[in-house]
C-alpha cells in the first residue's frame, strides 16, 4: 500500500490518496517504518502538486519537518526549485520553525531560495521567519556574504533591507570580511557598484578583516585576470586603499630635525630625492590606461606590417612578379628590411609592456619602473624611426623634408637623454643598496672592540 502511495504523490492524484487513507487513516503515521529515502511530502514538493501536499499537511502536519537522507525537508525543495504555492502551503502547516531547518550542508531554505534567485519564495520565507536570514551558515557567512559569492544581485537587494544601514556597513562572516570583501575576492562587479552607492559601505570602505587587510588588499591576493583590473579600479575610484598606504609613517624626531638641515639644494639633489622618495602610486591607478595605450601603439605597428607603404603586388605581369609581395621589395629591398626592423621593435616593445601591465608585478617596485619607462621611450624611438623610414620609402628619390627630420631627430634624442637619465639614476640606486648591505653597522664594531 505504501508503494501506491508514493505512485500517486509523483503523479499528484489526489483522488488515489483520500481512498489510500480511507482504507488505512494511520498511514502517514506509518511512513518512518518504510523503506523510502524521503516522504511523499519531499515527492509531492519536487513535481509541485501543491493540492496533493494540502492533503498530506491535513492528515499529518508533521511531515512538515520531516527530513530525507540529506537531512532536508519538503520546504528545502520547493524553496530551491521556486514552487510558491507549495512553499505558502509547507510554511503554513510547519510554522516559522520549518524555516530555519539546515540541511547535511548547512543551509536552510532561505539560503536556496536566494541562491536560485526565487525572490517571491525569499520574501514569504523571510515574512515568515525573518530570524532565519541573519543566522550564520556553518562555513561562517551571513546570507548576504551568500549571495555576494553566487553573483546573486537580485537577492541581494531584497535581503538587505533587513538590515539598517549602518548595519549593512558592519556585517562581517567568521574571517571580518564584509561585504565589500566578499565582493573583491569574488571580482564581483556588478554588486561592487551597487555596495557603493550606499553611503555607509562607501563610507567603510577601508576596512580591514582578521588579518589586517582591506578589499583591496584580498583582491591583489587573488589571481589575477582582466577582471582584477576593472574590480581594482572601481574599489581605487570609491577611495579604497591598502592597509600599509593607511597606517601613518612612523618617522623619529631626530631623523626629521636631519632631514630639514640636509634638505637638498641643487637641482640634482631635488631631482634624485624625488626619485629615491617617489612611490609611483600613479602607475597602478592607470594601469588600465597604459595599457589600452600600449595595445593601440601594437596595432598600429601590425597595420603597417601587412598594409607597408607603397602597398602590395596585385599583378604578376605574366609572372614576373609574385603576388602578395610588397612593392618596395622590387625597388629598394634594404630599405623595405629597415621598416620592417623598426616596425618590429615597436609591435614587439609595446606587447612587452602589455605583458608587464598585467602580469600583476608590483609597479612600485624601482626595477620595473626603470623597465616600463625605458621601454615606453624605447617604443616611441623606433616608432618615430618607423615614421621617417616609411616618409624615405614613398618620397621621390627618398627626399625627405629637412624640418621634418629634424624635428623627429630632436624628439628621439630627448627621449634617448630621458632613458639615460633614468638609467644612471635606478644604477646609483641601485649601487647605494649594495653599498648600504654590505656596510658594518657602528654599534658591531664596538663589540668587536670590546
Same mark, same amino acid.
Request: with cysteine; net charge positive; proline share 3%.
Given at each position: *500500500? ?5 505512485? &500517486? ?17 494511520? *498511514?502517514?503515521? !506509518? ?12 515527492? @509531492?514538493?519536487? !513535481?509541485?502538486?501543491?493540492?496533493? &501536499?494540502? =492533503? ?12 530525507? *537522507?540529506?537531512?532536508?525537508? &519538503? ?48 520574501? =514569504? ?14 562555513? +561562517? ?16 537587494? =531584497? ?22 570583501? @566578499?565582493? @573583491? ?11 557603493? !552607492? ?9 576596512? $580591514? ?63 634624485? &630625492?624625488? /626619485? ?21 601603439? @601594437? ?5 603597417? +606590417? ?14 614576373? /612578379? ?19 626592423? /623598426? ?10 609592456? $602589455? ?19 625605458? +621601454? ?16 624615405? *620609402?614613398?618620397?621621390?628619390?627618398? /627626399? ?36 648600504? !648591505? ?13
Amino acid at each position: *500500500m505504501e508503494t501506491k502511495l508514493y505512485e &500517486a504523490s509523483l503523479t499528484g492524484d489526489v483522488e488515489s490518496l483520500n481512498k489510500l487513507l480511507h482504507q488505512d487513516q494511520l *498511514m502517514l503515521d !506509518r511512513l518512518s517504518l518504510t523503506g523510502f529515502n524521503e516522504t511523499p511530502l519531499h515527492i @509531492a514538493a519536487m !513535481r509541485n502538486h501543491h493540492q496533493f &501536499a494540502v =492533503v498530506l499537511l491535513t492528515q499529518n502536519p508533521k511531515l512538515a519537518t520531516a527530513l530525507d *537522507m540529506q537531512r532536508r525537508t &519538503a520546504l528545502h525543495l520547493a524553496s530551491a526549485n521556486g514552487n510558491l504555492e507549495m512553499v505558502k502551503v509547507i510554511v503554513r502547516a510547519g510554522g516559522r520553525d520549518v524555516c530555519g531547518l539546515r540541511d547535511e550542508d548547512g543551509l536552510t531554505p532561505l539560503h536556496l531560495a536566494a541562491m536560485k534567485e526565487h525572490l517571491e519564495v525569499v520574501k =514569504v520565507l523571510v515574512q515568515t521567519n525573518q530570524d532565519a536570514a541573519k543566522e550564520v551558515s556553518v562555513s +561562517g557567512e551571513t546570507i548576504l556574504h551568500m549571495c555576494v559569492g553566487y553573483n546573486c544581485v537580485k537577492s541581494l537587494k =531584497v535581503l538587505m533591507e533587513l538590515w539598517n544601514e549602518d548595519e549593512l556597513a558592519k556585517i562581517t562572516d567568521h574571517g571580518g570580511n564584509t561585504l565589500l570583501h @566578499a565582493a @573583491a575576492i569574488n571580482k564581483q562587479t556588478q554588486i561592487l557598484n551597487y555596495l557603493l !552607492r550606499i553611503p555607509s559601505i562607501k563610507a567603510n570602505g577601508n576596512a $580591514v578583516n582578521r588579518l589586517g587587510l582591506t578589499a583591496l588588499d584580498v583582491l591583489d591576493q587573488c589571481p589575477r585576470n582582466l577582471k582584477s583590473i576593472e574590480t581594482r579600479e572601481i574599489l581605487m575610484e570609491a577611495g579604497v586603499s591598502r592597509a600599509n598606504d593607511l597606517r601613518p609613517p612612523t618617522k623619529p624626531l631626530h631623523s626629521s630635525i636631519k632631514s630639514t638641515q640636509n634638505k637638498p639644494k641643487g637641482f640634482l639633489s631635488r631631482t634624485w &630625492a624625488r /626619485y629615491v622618495n617617489d612611490d609611483r602610486n600613479w602607475i597602478e591607478k592607470q594601469r588600465g590606461i597604459l595599457i589600452v595605450a600600449a595595445l593601440v601603439v @601594437a596595432g598600429m605597428s601590425y597595420h603597417s +606590417g601587412i598594409n607597408p607603404p607603397g602597398g602590395t603586388i596585385t599583378d604578376n605581369q605574366n609572372g614576373r /612578379y609574385s603576388l602578395g609581395n610588397a612593392v618596395q621589395t622590387e625597388v629598394d629591398m634594404d630599405n623595405f628590411n629597415q621598416f620592417v626592423a /623598426y616596425n618590429s621593435i615597436t609591435m614587439i616593445t609595446s606587447l612587452a609592456i $602589455v605583458l608587464v601591465l598585467i602580469s600583476g608585478l608590483p609597479l612600485r617596485n624601482k626595477f620595473w619602473m626603470w623597465v616600463l619607462t625605458v +621601454g615606453t621611450l624605447f617604443a616611441m624611438v623606433s616608432m618615430v624611426a618607423t615614421y621617417l623610414q616609411s616618409l624615405a *620609402m614613398m618620397a621621390p628619390d627618398m /627626399y625627405v623634408n629637412v624640418t621634418s627630420v629634424w624635428v623627429c631627430l630632436i624628439w628621439m634624442l630627448g627621449c634617448g637623454v630621458i632613458a639615460l637619465i633614468h638609467t644612471i639614476f635606478f644604477v646609483v640606486w641601485v649601487v647605494m643598496k649594495l653599498v648600504k !648591505r654590505r656596510k658594518p653597522s657602528k654599534g658591531n664594531d664596538h663589540v668587536g672592540e670590546v
